[in-house]
């Protein structure tokens, strides 16, 4: 994947944080809203609705679930972004205790979180 860099002075710099931030995007999701006009479904939002509304119970995931059993075979970002998502729903689900979502662990490899969905609501 080609990469392109961008250099911005620091009120430039910050301002685009700032943008990305209101939308609950990285700089880089922002970035390709905005040129491209290309939405994302790696949000903590849609994260959070797909499990609050999909089928995610003990019985199916008695270990927890990862954010790929959330988006099953629409999960397709790859590993870089992937972690990048994977804090922002990390820090999502901590700073909004109402979700019901529960962070369990890094699971069997440490590599990707785990949650449980504390109650359905």
């Known amino acids: 994947m080609p990469i392109v860099k961008l250099t911005l002075s620091e009120e430039h710099y910050n301002?685009?944080?700032?943008?990305?931030?209101?939308?609950?995007q990285s700089m880089q999701d922002y970035i390709r809203s905005q040129i491209f006009d290309e939405n994302t479904i790696f949000t903590p939002?849609?994260?959070?609705?797909?499990?609050?509304?999909?089928?995610?119970?003990?019985?199916?995931?008695?270990?927890?679930?990862?954010?790929?059993?959330?988006?099953?075979?629409?999960?397709?970002?790859e590993r870089g972004p992937a972690g990048v998502f994977g804090k922002k729903f990390y820090n999502y689900?901590?700073?909004?205790?109402?979700?019901?979502?529960?962070?369990?662990?890094?699971?069997?490899?440490?590599?990707?979180?785990?949650?449980?969905?504390a109650e359905k609501s």
Do not use: C, Q
């Open 45 to 77: 939002e849609e994260a959070v609705n797909r499990i609050k509304h999909g089928n995610f119970s003990d019985e199916k995931f008695p270990d927890g679930f990862t954010l790929p059993d959330v988006y099953a075979k629409e999960w397709t970002i």
């Open 93 to 117: 689900v901590v700073n909004n205790p109402d979700t019901g979502i529960r962070f369990m662990g890094m699971g069997k490899y440490g590599r990707r979180a785990v949650y449980k969905l």
């Open 15 to 24: 301002l685009l944080k700032e943008m990305a931030e209101r939308e609950n």
